[in-house]
Each structure stands twice: as structure tokens, then as C-alpha cells.
């Protein structure tokens, strides 16, 4: 059951008793890491609101942003990695109803999902055929997962990430995150509360699967992976897109107290975190409850995470009311229990006391771990590095060689399978633009969201690459012209145990919360996902940051191309020299030069929010037409994705070559955002700019010429491409890697 020896120990002494098979496999999911936290929660205390609510009256199912006209914003991530390696449609599909019914039972309509994933590699040489075609599988698999699911539940698939590396090989990443609307009038809340209200079970009948899902989240990989199917969940979104109607209505009737996903750990999970919330008990009787099986015993039933269901208390009296709503959607609602004054959650089944414990010890009493933290050799091997050799590349060549990089290619292939449009709020579509955005039904404001993270920066160096994870998902909403306002994020990390992990996550974590501090976007929500490994190794360490954003006028929301011709310019910050000239943790170095080497340059996180901010101010004054953050491959590559997105020719000089041709064009230094401005605005950029400690170059013309140049220095050599050649190289790596021979296999 995942439990050591000293916890069993604890158990039994702060229970009273040795406990019986049920109670044990509650106290078992509860204190898994997956539940309980274990080696993270002193480490999350570094964000201010974690710590708040751990020092209050505990976390809520998702956090809560108010947006002012009665109106917020709700929304979390969440993982679904292990249970996407054995079946990864399945995994990534139930990975997504999860995340929506947090939202959900905030009182929120899931109005919007997003992704990040993370793949081994699907090509080349760089690991074994059948290693590559597992990984082609994978991929393929939960990306149908992710569209069968979020097609069917009617809620849109806006914006996300996928990226590549050997790494990641038996170790798929699926983060799901889920964002709703609701009134602030309106906030439902998951703790219990008055005694002798009926405890309602909603939604789908309980099957056999997912029985001990957390669990098995909470372990490594090995090579009993098949026969931890029945780990996985099975979803059904259609009874999940009934399931949302109904509660929403429900919700609406005034008679429900409190609400909650049955997510990890099932309905002990719900019953128990819903009873410890409120201070009081619970009695279940779990012949009541709906099932698919009838000789499910007590435990199978309080451990099964079969999905969508959830678990409401309901004022006593009102319970035909709420029922009724689930009537009329064909939706299961039966009262199976009551709220009792003991402080004592009672199962029952056939008639006997299955369990009997004190819901705050399953929630409160889990034991924490701080594991022993070391640097690696290797974090400080990349400070020292110093490239060499770069005139041995051809700039053209590694330019089209890095947009064909799975990392960098279009990921169209992806987001067609999604349906982004379904609800008709999202206003910038995928490709479009750094960020999604929806505008909201009843106001004239607008939300921007977006996941980011990069894990080789993270890797080479933890505190930077969580730092910069938020930098980027912050710019990449402001160039959308909106305000980064909060965050949710999915820390994925190998075994805590392990010194060099946990170093890694304790220096992530840090450097996400200084991040947020600075940008003012604190963490309201979030997941950890440990034990990230099998028997190829451990995932990079990949925190991934999802970003909200909002502006006044929906109206003004910009995507990263002009939409007429104009002039492009670069806004940045002044950066401190760096001997590693940009080029430390790059796709360049991984992709062109075969290195993974070197530290990504720190962001100056003052004038990150400097940018952010003024951005989201020249959007709404209608001064720039266009904002695109250079991040992966540099300057000439976010020129590219400029042209290509805009279908039209550009002609650009760059700024500063003083180190040479390939830093100038592929170095990734931070703080860099390629702006359009009509040709009458763009002398005025500079005074624009007075204060801020930002400054602005004029690259070049968008829209003059139906090539694409790139001229690299004063009389320098010129980049000079059609347009469809670029194209060719970015939007066909995708789809040219999954048609090659060796198509992806079970």
C-alpha cells in the first residue's frame, strides 16, 4: 500500500488501534504523496497563499481570482503522468474530466482547458527504434485522449505545450489544467457542515477501476507496468458534459452546503477531506451507493477513482429539490449518509462498521519528510561552460534545421485534433498567438491563459529555470495585451529520495515563488508530481507554470503577427554581460551543436514586470498591432513564427552582433518581445518607453516583401529564405516524424 514501516507504526498510535483492511487502505491513500504531500508541503510553504491556507482553513478544490463586476476566475493543474504511461488514452482522458470537476465544484463553468506534455523522442537517432516508436504511441495516444474527452464534454481546448526529450522515454508528462468563470456571490466550498444533512453521491456508478490510483502515483515505473492497468481510470465524457449541467443547476437551487470532486482516493478522499474541512463527521452507508459490480467490498468501493462522480451535503429538508435537478439530467443522486456532530467518518457495508477514524488524521497527520538536498556535478560543470567553435555552423542551415526541431516545429498537428471553439469565447485561437483568449459572456473584459516551462533550463539550473518559467508564461500573456495576475502550477519531479531531486525541486519551487512575489502572480493552485521514473531513468525536472492574465477590453487583445504591413521593433531590458552569450541550456546547443550544456541567463524579474505592464498598456491604447516573445531558438526563430503566422514577408537587421552571427540570432536571453508599430508610431516608441528602464530597436519592416531577410550586422551576410521554405521546415517536422516508417506500437 505504499506505507513504510514507521508510518504503519504511526498509524496504528495515533488511531488507537491496529485498523482494519478498509481503514488501512484510507490511511494509505491519503498518505501517499500523491494525497498527503509528504516531501513537498514544507517546501511549498515558500508561496504565500499555500501557506496561508495551510495555516488556515485549508486548500479549496482550485484557487479564485476576482476580475471586479461581481465576476472571477478559477483555476488548477493537475497531473495524470503515470496512469498516461500504461494507457495513455485513457489516462490523459480522465486526466482532463478530473481538472474540470475541480473547477466545477468551485461553482465555476469550466469554460476553458489547456495541456502541457512531454514526450521521448519521435525521431532521429538518439534512441533505440522501439524506444521511439513507444514514444510515437504515447504521443499519438494521449493527444486523441485529450481531444476525445475535451471534444465530447463541450469544454474548448485553447492553448498548451508539448516538448520532446530522451528523458521522458517510458515517463510520459500529462498535465491537464482547467479554467472556469463564476460569480464571487456565488463560491462553493468543499468543507461539511451542519449536522444531520444528507451527504448526496452524484454522477456515474462505481466500478473496479482505479483502485488505488494515488498510490500507484506515488511510485516509480517499473516493469509491472501492464498489470497496473486497472491503476487507470475509465472515463466517459458524455456522462460528464450531463454531470456539469446538473451540478451547475443544482448549485443554483441555494440547498447545497459543500461539494467535491471524487478525484484521487475516490470517496475517501471526498468524505474525508469534506468532514476535516468542516470540523465535523460523516456517516456513510455504502449499500447506497451506486455500483456497477454488486459484490464490491468496502474497501474496493472507498478506494475505486472510477470518474465523474462527486459528493455534496445538502441542507436537510431541500435534498428532493436537489435531486430532482439529477432526475431530470439523467444523472445518478442518491443521499448515501449525513453530516454528524462526532468528528468521526463511519463506513458501513452489509450492516458492519467497515471503518471508523478521525477524518484530520488521514488529512493533518500525514508525516512530512525534508530530504537530504545536493548539487550535482553537473549543475556546476554547465556554470563553467564556454562555447567555442560557433563559426562552424551555417546560421540559414540551423535556422531551418532548429524549425524543424520537434521542440519548436508548429504544433499544429496537435491542436487541430482539439475543438477550441466549442462555448464561442475564445478570441485568440491556437497558433495565433502567445497566449489563448477568451472573451467573457456579460462584460467587456477578457482573460489570456497559457502553460509554459522549460525543462532543460530547470535541469541545468533549478532556481532559473523556475524562475524563468514564470517570466516567460507572464510574457506570453502580456503580448496578448493582457496583465498576469495568478498562477497554477504542475511541478514534475523524479524521486524526492534522491539528494540531486530534491535539490532540484526545492531550487524550482524557490524560484517560482521569488518569480511570482516579483510579478506580482501568486500561486493559488497547483500540483506536485513526484516518482517521475522507471527503469530508462527520471524525468528532467519540469515545473510548468500555468499563467492567467486579463485586460479591460476584449477588443484589444493582440496575436503575434500584424495583421497589415508594418514596422517590427525589439522591446527589451539592458542585460548584464554573459560569457556564455545567451547560449547556455539553448535549442540551438541541443538541437544544432548536439550539446546540453551551459545555464540559462537570469531574468531581471523588476523589469520583466516593467515589460508585462507596459505591454498590456500599449495594447489598450491601440499603439502596437502586434507582440511576439522570443524564448526557444532565439531572435531569428521568433522572426520566423512572426512571418509565418502573418503569411508575409519581412526584411530585419539585428541588433547587436558584437559576439557574432549565431548569439545574435539564437541566443535566448530573456526579456525579449518583437513588437509591430505603424510606421508613424514607431519614432514615438522611445518616449513611449520614458521611465520604464525598457528599450526599443527598430529591427526592420513586416509586409514589404514576400521573402523573408535576416541581414546579420552592418554589411553582414543575409538570411534570406521564401516563405514557404520556412514553412515547409515548421509546419512539416510533425506530421513528416509520425508518417515515417515504424509507426508508434503498444
Same mark, same amino acid.
Request: proline share 5%; glycine share 12%; net charge negative.
Given at each position: 500500500?505504499?506505507?513504510?514501516?514507521?508510518?504503519?507504526?504511526?498509524?496504528?498510535?495515533?488511531?488507537?488501534?491496529?485498523?482494519?483492511?478498509?481503514?488501512?487502505?484510507?490511511?494509505?491513500?491519503?498518505?501517499?504523496?500523491?494525497?498527503?504531500?509528504?516531501?513537498?508541503?514544507?517546501?511549498?510553504?515558500?508561496?504565500?497563499?499555500?501557506?496561508?491556507?495551510?495555516?488556515?482553513?485549508?486548500?479549496?478544490?482550485?484557487?479564485?481570482?476576482?476580475?471586479?463586476?461581481?465576476?472571477?476566475?478559477?483555476?488548477?493543474?493537475?497531473?495524470?503522468?503515470?496512469?498516461?504511461?500504461?494507457?495513455?488514452?485513457?489516462?490523459?482522458?480522465?486526466?482532463?474530466?478530473?481538472?474540470?470537476?475541480?473547477?466545477?465544484?468551485?461553482?465555476?463553468?469550466?469554460?476553458?482547458?489547456?495541456?502541457?506534455?512531454?514526450?521521448?523522442?519521435?525521431?532521429?537517432?538518439?534512441?533505440?527504434?522501439?524506444?521511439?516508436?513507444?514514444?510515437?504511441?504515447?504521443?499519438?495516444?494521449?493527444?486523441?485522449?485529450?481531444?476525445?474527452?475535451?471534444?465530447?464534454?463541450?469544454?474548448?481546448?485553447?492553448?498548451?505545450?508539448?516538448?520532446?526529450?530522451?528523458?521522458?522515454?517510458?515517463?510520459?508528462?500529462?498535465?491537464?489544467?482547467?479554467?472556469?468563470?463564476?460569480?464571487?456571490?456565488?463560491?462553493?466550498?468543499?468543507?461539511?457542515?451542519?449536522?444531520?444533512?444528507?451527504?448526496?453521491?452524484?454522477?456515474?456508478?462505481?466500478?473496479?477501476?482505479?483502485?488505488?490510483?494515488?498510490?500507484?502515483?506515488?511510485?516509480?515505473?517499473?516493469?509491472?507496468?501492464?498489470?497496473?492497468?486497472?491503476?487507470?481510470?475509465?472515463?466517459?465524457?458524455?456522462?460528464?458534459?450531463?454531470?456539469?449541467?446538473?451540478?451547475?443547476?443544482?448549485?443554483?437551487?441555494?440547498?447545497?452546503?459543500?461539494?467535491?470532486?471524487?478525484?484521487?482516493?475516490?470517496?475517501?478522499?471526498?468524505?474525508?477531506?469534506?468532514?476535516?474541512?468542516?470540523?465535523?463527521?460523516?456517516?456513510?452507508?455504502?449499500?447506497?451507493?451506486?455500483?456497477?459490480?454488486?459484490?464490491?467490498?468496502?474497501?474496493?468501493?472507498?478506494?475505486?477513482?472510477?470518474?465523474?462522480?462527486?459528493?455534496?451535503?445538502?441542507?436537510?429538508?431541500?435534498?428532493?429539490?436537489?435531486?430532482?435537478?439529477?432526475?431530470?439530467?439523467?444523472?445518478?443522486?442518491?443521499?448515501?449518509?449525513?453530516?454528524?456532530?462526532?468528528?468521526?467518518?463511519?463506513?458501513?457495508?452489509?450492516?458492519?462498521?467497515?471503518?471508523?477514524?478521525?477524518?484530520?488524521?488521514?488529512?493533518?497527520?500525514?508525516?512530512?519528510?525534508?530530504?537530504?538536498?545536493?548539487?550535482?556535478?553537473?549543475?556546476?560543470?554547465?556554470?563553467?561552460?564556454?562555447?567555442?567553435?560557433?563559426?562552424?555552423?551555417?546560421?540559414?542551415?540551423?535556422?531551418?534545421?532548429?524549425?524543424?526541431?520537434?521542440?519548436?516545429?508548429?504544433?499544429?498537428?496537435?491542436?487541430?485534433?482539439?475543438?477550441?471553439?466549442?462555448?464561442?469565447?475564445?478570441?485568440?485561437?491556437?497558433?495565433?498567438?502567445?497566449?489563448?483568449?477568451?472573451?467573457?459572456?456579460?462584460?467587456?473584459?477578457?482573460?489570456?491563459?497559457?502553460?509554459?516551462?522549460?525543462?532543460?533550463?530547470?535541469?541545468?539550473?533549478?532556481?532559473? =529555470? *523556475? #524562475?524563468?518559467?514564470? /517570466? @516567460?508564461? $507572464? &510574457?506570453?500573456?502580456?503580448?496578448?495585451?493582457?496583465? !498576469?495576475?495568478?498562477?497554477?502550477?504542475?511541478?514534475?519531479?523524479?524521486?524526492?529520495?534522491?539528494?540531486?531531486?530534491?535539490?532540484?525541486?526545492?531550487?524550482?519551487?524557490?524560484?517560482?515563488?521569488?518569480?511570482?512575489?516579483?510579478?506580482?502572480?501568486?500561486?493559488?493552485?497547483?500540483?506536485?508530481?513526484?516518482?517521475?521514473?522507471?527503469?530508462?531513468?527520471?524525468?528532467?525536472?519540469?515545473?510548468?507554470?500555468?499563467?492567467?492574465?486579463?485586460?479591460?477590453?476584449?477588443?484589444?487583445?493582440?496575436?503575434?503577427?500584424?495583421?497589415?504591413?508594418?514596422?517590427?521593433?525589439?522591446?527589451?531590458?539592458?542585460?548584464?554581460?554573459?560569457?556564455?552569450?545567451?547560449? =547556455? *541550456? #539553448?535549442?540551438?546547443? /541541443? @538541437?544544432? $551543436? &548536439?550539446?546540453?550544456?551551459?545555464?540559462?541567463?537570469? !531574468?531581471?524579474?523588476?523589469?520583466?514586470?516593467?515589460?508585462?505592464?507596459?505591454?498590456?498598456?500599449?495594447?489598450?491604447?491601440?499603439?502596437?498591432?502586434?507582440?511576439?516573445?522570443?524564448?526557444?531558438?532565439?531572435?531569428?526563430?521568433?522572426?520566423?513564427?512572426?512571418?509565418?503566422?502573418?503569411?508575409?514577408?519581412?526584411?530585419?537587421?539585428?541588433?547587436?552582433?558584437?559576439?557574432?552571427?549565431?548569439?545574435?540570432?539564437?541566443?535566448?536571453?530573456?526579456?525579449?518581445?518583437?513588437?509591430?508599430?505603424?510606421?508613424?508610431?514607431?519614432?514615438?516608441?522611445?518616449?513611449?518607453?520614458?521611465?520604464?528602464?525598457?528599450?526599443?530597436?527598430?529591427?526592420?519592416?513586416? =509586409?514589404?516583401?514576400?521573402?523573408?531577410?535576416?541581414?546579420?550586422?552592418?554589411?553582414?551576410?543575409?538570411?534570406?529564405?521564401?516563405?514557404?521554405?520556412?514553412?515547409?521546415?515548421?509546419?512539416?517536422?510533425?506530421?513528416?516524424?509520425?508518417?515515417?516508417?515504424?509507426?508508434?506500437?503498444?
Amino acid at each position: 500500500m505504499g506505507l513504510t514501516r514507521e508510518e504503519y507504526e504511526l498509524l496504528v498510535r495515533l488511531h488507537g488501534r491496529e485498523p482494519s483492511y478498509t481503514e488501512l487502505g484510507m490511511f494509505a491513500v491519503m498518505w501517499s504523496e500523491h494525497c498527503g504531500y509528504k516531501y513537498s508541503r514544507p517546501v511549498l510553504a515558500l508561496f504565500k497563499k499555500y501557506r496561508e491556507a495551510l495555516e488556515g482553513q485549508g486548500l479549496e478544490n482550485a484557487g479564485i481570482v476576482e476580475l471586479g463586476d461581481g465576476l472571477a476566475v478559477t483555476m488548477k493543474i493537475e497531473s495524470h503522468n503515470h496512469p498516461s504511461a500504461v494507457e495513455p488514452y485513457q489516462g490523459a482522458a480522465t486526466g482532463v474530466g478530473g481538472i474540470i470537476r475541480d473547477i466545477l465544484t468551485m461553482g465555476a463553468r469550466p469554460i476553458a482547458s489547456l495541456n502541457s506534455l512531454r514526450f521521448g523522442t519521435i525521431g532521429g537517432n538518439r534512441e533505440a527504434p522501439e524506444t521511439v516508436a513507444r514514444n510515437r504511441y504515447l504521443f499519438e495516444h494521449v493527444v486523441a485522449g485529450i481531444a476525445g474527452y475535451g471534444n465530447c464534454v463541450g469544454v474548448p481546448t485553447v492553448a498548451g505545450e508539448v516538448a520532446f526529450h530522451p528523458r521522458y522515454s517510458g515517463n510520459p508528462l500529462v498535465n491537464a489544467m482547467c479554467v472556469g468563470v463564476l460569480r464571487m456571490d456565488q463560491i462553493a466550498t468543499a468543507a461539511a457542515s451542519g449536522v444531520g444533512n444528507p451527504v448526496v453521491y452524484i454522477g456515474s456508478a462505481t466500478g473496479k477501476d482505479g483502485i488505488h490510483g494515488a498510490t500507484f502515483a506515488s511510485d516509480a515505473l517499473g516493469e509491472d507496468n501492464e498489470a497496473k492497468r486497472p491503476n487507470v481510470q475509465i472515463g466517459d465524457p458524455l456522462a460528464e458534459k450531463l454531470l456539469i449541467e446538473a451540478t451547475l443547476e443544482a448549485l443554483q437551487t441555494g440547498a447545497i452546503v459543500a461539494i467535491q470532486d471524487m478525484g484521487a482516493a475516490g470517496l475517501t478522499c471526498s468524505t474525508v477531506e469534506m468532514s476535516s474541512k468542516g470540523g465535523v463527521g460523516m456517516r456513510i452507508d455504502l449499500d447506497k451507493v451506486p455500483m456497477r459490480e454488486s459484490d464490491m467490498t468496502a474497501y474496493e468501493l472507498m478506494l475505486s477513482e472510477s470518474q465523474e462522480r462527486m459528493l455534496a451535503v445538502v441542507q436537510k429538508g431541500r435534498e428532493e429539490e436537489v435531486l430532482g435537478v439529477f432526475r431530470k439530467w439523467g444523472v445518478h443522486g442518491v443521499v448515501i449518509g449525513e453530516v454528524t456532530d462526532d468528528g468521526v467518518v463511519t463506513v458501513l457495508r452489509h450492516g458492519r462498521v467497515e471503518a471508523r477514524l478521525d477524518p484530520k488524521l488521514l488529512t493533518d497527520a500525514c508525516p512530512t519528510y525534508r530530504a537530504p538536498a545536493e548539487v550535482p556535478d553537473y549543475h556546476q560543470r554547465a556554470l563553467r561552460y564556454q562555447p567555442s567553435g560557433l563559426d562552424r555552423f551555417d546560421p540559414k542551415e540551423s535556422l531551418l534545421r532548429l524549425l524543424r526541431s520537434p521542440n519548436v516545429a508548429s504544433k499544429r498537428w496537435v491542436y487541430e485534433q482539439y475543438d477550441h471553439q466549442v462555448q464561442t469565447q475564445t478570441a485568440v485561437l491556437p497558433g495565433r498567438g502567445d497566449a489563448a483568449v477568451l472573451a467573457l459572456r456579460g462584460t467587456p473584459k477578457a482573460i489570456s491563459v497559457k502553460t509554459d516551462g522549460n525543462a532543460r533550463h530547470t535541469y541545468l539550473h533549478p532556481y532559473r =529555470g *523556475g #524562475s524563468l518559467a514564470v /517570466a @516567460e508564461a $507572464a &510574457r506570453n500573456v502580456a503580448c496578448t495585451g493582457a496583465i !498576469p495576475c495568478a498562477v497554477t502550477d504542475g511541478l514534475n519531479f523524479g524521486n524526492p529520495q534522491r539528494p540531486h531531486v530534491f535539490w532540484q525541486f526545492q531550487e524550482a519551487v524557490r524560484g517560482i515563488a521569488d518569480a511570482c512575489e516579483a510579478l506580482g502572480t501568486p500561486v493559488i493552485s497547483g500540483n506536485v508530481s513526484f516518482y517521475n521514473e522507471s527503469d530508462l531513468g527520471e524525468v528532467l525536472p519540469t515545473p510548468v507554470i500555468g499563467m492567467l492574465g486579463w485586460m479591460p477590453n476584449k477588443d484589444r487583445a493582440l496575436e503575434m503577427a500584424p495583421r497589415e504591413p508594418c514596422e517590427l521593433w525589439l522591446i527589451d531590458y539592458p542585460q548584464s554581460e554573459d560569457s556564455q552569450l545567451g547560449l =547556455g *541550456g #539553448s535549442e540551438f546547443l /541541443a @538541437e544544432v $551543436a &548536439r550539446v546540453e550544456d551551459g545555464v540559462p541567463v537570469a !531574468p531581471d524579474l523588476g523589469m520583466e514586470r516593467q515589460l508585462c505592464h507596459w505591454l498590456a498598456r500599449m495594447a489598450g491604447e491601440g499603439r502596437i498591432l502586434s507582440a511576439h516573445d522570443c524564448s526557444d531558438g532565439g531572435l531569428a526563430v521568433a522572426l520566423a513564427e512572426v512571418a509565418l503566422t502573418g503569411d508575409k514577408g519581412l526584411d530585419v537587421a539585428l541588433p547587436d552582433t558584437r559576439h557574432g552571427a549565431i548569439p545574435a540570432l539564437f541566443g535566448e536571453w530573456p526579456g525579449r518581445v518583437i513588437v509591430g508599430v505603424r510606421e508613424e508610431d514607431g519614432p514615438l516608441l522611445p518616449t513611449r518607453l520614458e521611465g520604464t528602464g525598457l528599450r526599443a530597436k527598430k529591427l526592420g519592416s513586416f =509586409g514589404s516583401t514576400s521573402r523573408v531577410r535576416i541581414r546579420v550586422g552592418e554589411g553582414g551576410e543575409a538570411l534570406e529564405f521564401e516563405l514557404e521554405d520556412l514553412r515547409e521546415a515548421f509546419e512539416g517536422a510533425l506530421p513528416s516524424l509520425l508518417s515515417e516508417e515504424g509507426e508508434g506500437s503498444v
